[in-house]
């Protein structure tokens, strides 16, 4: 029955769309329909409303409570979605302010000699606005409306005319910042945690084990991720736009013939060019620049565009008129100040300690007044030229509320196919096809392709990405990353809305087009702009480093950048330091010679120890990764022979799995049939529960006879290599703490002497104070024991002096003693110290400038540039790790 309910589910709602209906109340209310009629029937015919409910029901949700239904009624509040009504305010203001229609016109008079050039000037003007605005319909309305007309009276061809404008206007998909990927990345963002505990499941039930190696986990993603990701392949779709254009027009000139300039190329149209250019440039440089540069984040970047978009506004409507470049200057210069300010002053407010802190902060009001007046400037011009601000915040509103209202429903709706099992047999569907992750893969992507001929790019984000994400996230033998697969979709439904008959650019575009332009040409158009986008798809599939590389070395370079000994990044700092260790062995190797040969007698015997195993671990720990790499090489050598028996068998035991899953719904509906009258439907079900389970047997006969074994001898392979890096990474923390706790220790000698006269005043204040004024004194003098590194037994006998005071008996001799030993304490490491720093320290500085970067990296705060950009290379490709499953 849940199934007849799930088939009446899809119907009802393809149904309403198919009518007309909007989307944002057909979603939803087709989720409720049926979910009502569902309960009704279950009480009805079974006395209980969640009986045709594979997962959940009404009574359980209804008994959780309000929390349960926050999973679809808060949907909306997740912060990454305070971007979308700042990017679409930002798009509608540039569209209003006719600075798109500047783009067009300026960028055609300076390609429009070359031929093909008003064609690139096209592609050039859409990939700005795609970076601008984001916003396809009004991209693909402002570029026919402006330049369709333009390119047919030059005697372009109309079908190049009209498929380039197509497909730049659909640039705005893929460009960041794009409101599709800012919608695909929360929804990955959920995918991946689901994926991430399907893939545990899958190793526990796989491997037996309770716990999952972190290196195997699904990453999630997020709105700057996607918008570094796309970042590449936008541009190289660009690219390819732009050679096919040039290689038409070489092959066929008249069909997009070079264009005279009536004008002259001299400064005052130099200044044009720039006027109209570098405003829009600039905008996209501060919003994708400060978040590649981890300045800010996609919603701060948002707040960003919408500012400057409203001042490029305010110039743009004022244009011909006195004062027009007033509010932007005044911006420009507030700016200017801020940045000035920032740099040399301390301007936050709660920790004004100095004269010049109070003038950084005064200044620093003055200029954000500025900027808050050329804001206000700016947008009263937009106010009252054309009811500008006005026209652009009604449509800003319609556009956010459609998305949030969509987003709402469609939450409603994938709740509601997960209750009837839906989602359950999808991934029983997909992983039934033969052929792996690939299979699957093209499959999710041409349903994707089919359904974006009918359905808006916000409903496939929210309707079938919450459902297919997880299974193909989870799916370890290509072990993809979110990023990766947020732009694939973004990529295919792009392609989708350029499709015929039914692509969204497309219907656009007609819409504008004179009817001198016939359909066909349209369609005829596109098809080698579809070509390009899927030549683009297949790049990108082929070379996931394209995706993902931007965004892991914006990640390793940032401030809050991964330390080196994080689980996902050693794999490949272990590759890097392999091929470090082969090229540079033999300096390190001297290195360590030479220290092991250094007088440590000046040091206390604990750090002597310490130090010398070190020294021994390090010259063992080059050794030990060669055998880590060997072991890895082991496994791979006998990968090939294990993979064929690995991929049968569990392909054997998802079926059985399957049909154990079915035999658990079986029983439950078997157990719900008591009355006689049910007697024929329950011997049914027990026949075909008794079936599943020769089918489960029969299965179980399938499995190769050498599986076993060849699974434990593989099984022992893989510990083998894990016990050989864990041992690698042991030897090497082993080898370079010891160096480490040591150069902190000398670094701080004269931190430890700027404590001396304190120390040695105790005595007398003790001896001339009451003992409870002197608890507070000792315990803020331990605090700064505290950042000296080695004064563990200092701070010690300072604490047996502070809790002799501190009782309630206060005992002044004990108290007097602990400091009497701090003072002896205090001596001796002030003079050991002083002399390691003489005549140890200096050669402990250079073994440690040697292993610092390579046995000592998985001590450092982070890794260096050089490291960072290697590893985010060798982490930008997909590792597959299905046979650790």
Not at 281 to 286: A, D
Not at 392 to 414: D, R, Y
Request: charged content about 20%; aromatic content about 8%; glycine content about 8%.
């Amino acid at each position: 029955m849940e199934l007849l309910f799930l088939a009446f589910l899809v119907l009802l709602m393809a149904f309403a769309l198919g009518s007309g209906y909007p989307v944002a109340f057909a979603l939803p209310g087709s989720s409720i329909i049926t979910i009502l009629l569902a309960a009704l029937c279950g009480y009805l015919f079974t006395g209980n409303v969640d009986a045709y409910f594979a997962l959940g029901g009404p009574g359980q949700w209804l008994s959780a409570g309000v929390t349960n239904l926050r999973g679809v009624y808060w949907e909306p509040e997740r912060d990454t979605l305070i971007a979308i009504p700042l990017f679409i305010f930002m798009g509608i203001m540039l569209q209003r302010s006719k600075i798109a229609e500047d783009l067009l016109i300026t960028m055609a008079q300076l390609f429009g000699p070359i031929p093909g050039g008003l064609g690139i000037s096209v592609v050039f003007v859409g990939a700005l606005l795609a970076a601008t605005t984001g916003i396809v319909g009004a991209t693909v309305v402002a570029m026919g409306l402006i330049s369709l007309p333009v390119m047919l009276r030059n005697n372009y061809s109309p079908s190049l005319a009209t498929g380039t404008i197509a497909a730049s206007g659909t640039l705005g998909q893929i460009i960041p910042p794009s409101i599709v990927l800012i919608i695909l990345a929360d929804q990955l963002s959920s995918a991946a945690d689901q994926a991430g505990s399907m893939r545990k499941a899958l190793h526990k039930a796989s491997t037996g084990e309770l716990s999952m190696p972190s290196a195997f986990d699904v990453g999630s993603t997020s709105a700057g991720e996607m918008f570094l990701g796309a970042f590449v392949p936008g541009i190289l779709l660009v690219l390819l736009y732009m050679a096919f254009i040039l290689i038409y027009a070489f092959f066929k000139p008249k069909a997009a013939p070079a264009i005279a300039f009536e004008g002259s190329y001299n400064r005052e149209f130099l200044g044009k060019v720039l006027i109209t250019l570098v405003p829009p440039l600039t905008l996209i440089l501060l919003v994708l620049g400060s978040i590649i540069g981890g300045i800010a984040t996609v919603n701060q970047a948002g707040a960003i565009g919408a500012a400057g978009a409203l001042v490029m506004a305010g110039y743009r409507l004022h244009e011909g008129k006195p004062r027009t470049y007033w509010p932007v200057l005044l911006a420009i210069i507030s700016l200017i100040a801020i940045a000035i300010i920032l740099s040399n002053y301390n301007t936050n407010i709660k920790n004004i300690k100095t004269p010049d802190d109070k003038l950084g902060v005064t200044l620093a009001l003055i200029a954000t007044f500025g900027l808050v007046v050329s804001l206000i400037w700016s947008g009263w011009r937009a106010f009252k030229i054309d009811n500008t601000l006005h026209g652009v915040m009604i449509e800003t509103a319609k556009t956010t509320s459609l998305v949030f209202i969509i987003l709402l429903g469609a939450a409603m709706l994938t709740a509601a196919f997960r209750a009837f099992g839906g989602e359950e047999l999808v991934r029983h569907f997909l992983e039934s096809l033969p052929g792996g992750f690939w299979s699957k893969f093209i499959v999710v992507m041409g349903v994707i392709f089919i359904l974006g001929f009918f359905l808006d790019f916000i409903e496939i984000a929210v309707v079938v990405v919450p459902i297919v994400a997880p299974i193909l996230l989870a799916d370890p033998s290509a072990n993809v990353t979110a990023v990766w697969l947020g732009v694939m979709i973004g990529l295919n439904i792009q392609t989708s809305f350029l499709t015929p008959p039914f692509g969204f650019a497309l219907f656009y575009l007609r819409g504008v087009a004179p009817a001198t332009v016939k359909t066909i040409q349209m369609y005829r158009g596109v098809i080698a702009f579809i070509g390009l986008q899927l030549l683009a798809l297949g790049i990108v599939g082929a070379f996931p480093s394209l995706v993902n590389y931007l965004p892991n070395r914006v990640s390793l370079l940032s401030e809050t950048a991964p330390p080196p000994r994080n689980p996902k990044l050693q794999y490949c700092v272990e590759e890097m330091l392999t091929g470090y260790y082969s090229e540079n062995g033999d300096r390190i190797t001297r290195a360590i010679a030479t220290a092991q040969e250094l007088d440590l007698s000046v040091l206390p015997k604990k750090l002597k120890k310490n130090l010398e195993n070190g020294f021994t671990e390090a010259g063992s720990a080059m050794e030990l990764l060669a055998k880590a790499i060997e072991a890895e090489q082991v496994i791979s050598a006998a990968s090939p022979g294990y993979r064929s028996i690995h991929d049968e068998v569990r392909e054997l035991q998802r079926g059985m799995f399957q049909i154990t899953k079915d035999n658990k719904d079986l029983s439950t509906r078997i157990s719900r049939l008591r009355d006689e009258s049910d007697k024929p439907e329950r011997q049914r079900l027990e026949a075909l529960l008794q079936g599943n389970k020769d089918e489960i047997a029969k299965l179980e006969g399938m499995i190769p006879a050498g599986w076993d074994d060849a699974f434990k001898q593989y099984i022992v392979l893989v510990k083998t290599e894990q016990k050989a890096r864990l041992t690698y990474r042991r030897a090497a923390d082993e080898a370079y703490e010891p160096l480490q706790n040591v150069l902190f220790i000398l670094d701080d000698a004269e931190k430890l002497d700027a404590l001396e006269s304190e120390l040695f005043e105790f005595k007398a204040k003790i001896s001339a104070s009451e003992p409870h004024d002197m608890v507070a004194p000792l315990a803020n003098f331990s605090k700064l024991l505290n950042k000296v590194a080695g004064t563990g037994s200092l701070r010690s006998a300072i604490s047996k002096a502070r809790r002799a005071l501190k009782s309630r008996n206060p005992n002044k001799e004990k108290a007097l003693a602990a400091i009497e030993k701090a003072e002896a304490i205090f001596a001796e490491d002030k003079a050991w110290r002083a002399k390691a720093v003489e005549t140890l320290k200096p050669s402990l500085e250079k073994y440690d400038d040697v292993i610092r970067g390579n046995i000592g990296l998985r001590l450092q705060s982070r890794l260096s540039r050089e490291q960072a950009l290697y590893v985010a290379s060798c982490g930008s490709g997909h590792r597959d790790v299905s046979l650790n499953f």
